[in-house]
């Protein structure tokens, strides 16, 4: 079945530590997004991508890096300048060309400090 | 991208109809209505957009009104498993492409 693989399901960082959430989608879509959901709250984006070896950055791109080296993959690197990184990741995509193409997203990685 | 309004929360019985509306009066020409859902502790679900015409898939029907000011999506068969929060999102196709989620509707399916 065709879809978007977030991994892991729950993560935990220790303080001072950079981790990376992965994203693998196998949709042939050709946009990548990271959202953030905060508990109560919508999703602000990150980072996104349109094309392989191409990202912009979102609305909360302070304290986050990604790279896009393959179309089917973006992950996502929290590192530790993100002073308040406990939140529910969210990666999603789309077909970018035709302006209407809805995103789907992943099932989400749970972030956690100790 | 214009802002939407809908209610916090309804309900409505198993097997039934569950209507949803959702406010967006400042919607653009060229700004589409989308609808999504969460259940809890899952990434969003996309169900289904349009843009001025009825739109209707497996998953449900989308009704927009001429004025393009509001929409309803209805669940012709609400089942417990339609218990979630559906966000209504309006968007244009320039810049960052984001989804706006607001509050949502929070549905609750009864048997």
């Known amino acids: 079945d065709g879809g978007i693989t977030q991994s892991p399901k729950y993560l935990f960082r220790k303080e001072g530590q950079n981790v990376t959430l992965s994203c693998e989608q196998n949709l042939n879509h050709d946009a990548m997004y990271w959202y953030r959901q905060d508990p109560g709250q919508g999703l602000r984006l990150i980072y996104y991508?349109?094309?392989?070896?191409?990202?912009q950055k979102g609305d909360i791109a302070e304290g986050y890096s990604v790279s896009r080296e393959k179309k089917e993959s973006f992950p996502l690197t929290v590192t530790s300048a993100q002073k308040n990184p406990t939140a529910f990741y969210l990666c999603a995509s789309s077909i970018w060309q035709g302006r209407d193409q809805p995103q789907h997203f992943g099932d989400g990685t749970r972030l956690s400090i100790l | 991208d214009a802002k939407t309004t809908q209610p916090p929360s309804m309900d409505c019985a198993e097997g039934r109809a569950a209507n949803l509306p959702c406010n967006h009066s400042?919607?653009?020409?060229?700004?589409?209505v989308y609808w999504y859902r969460q259940i809890h502790s899952q990434g969003p679900q996309y169900i289904i957009h349009?843009?001025?015409n009825n739109e209707t898939n497996e998953m449900a029907s989308l009704i927009i009104t001429e004025d393009r000011k509001s929409s309803t999506l209805i669940l012709p068969h609400a089942t417990l498993r339609d218990t979630a929060v559906y966000y209504c999102i309006v968007k244009g196709f320039q810049g960052a492409q984001k989804l706006v989620f607001g509050q949502g509707t929070r549905l609750t399916i009864n048997p």
């Open positions: 400042t919607i653009s020409g060229n700004e589409y």
């Open positions: 991508s349109q094309i392989v070896n191409d990202f």
């Open positions: 349009g843009l001025k």
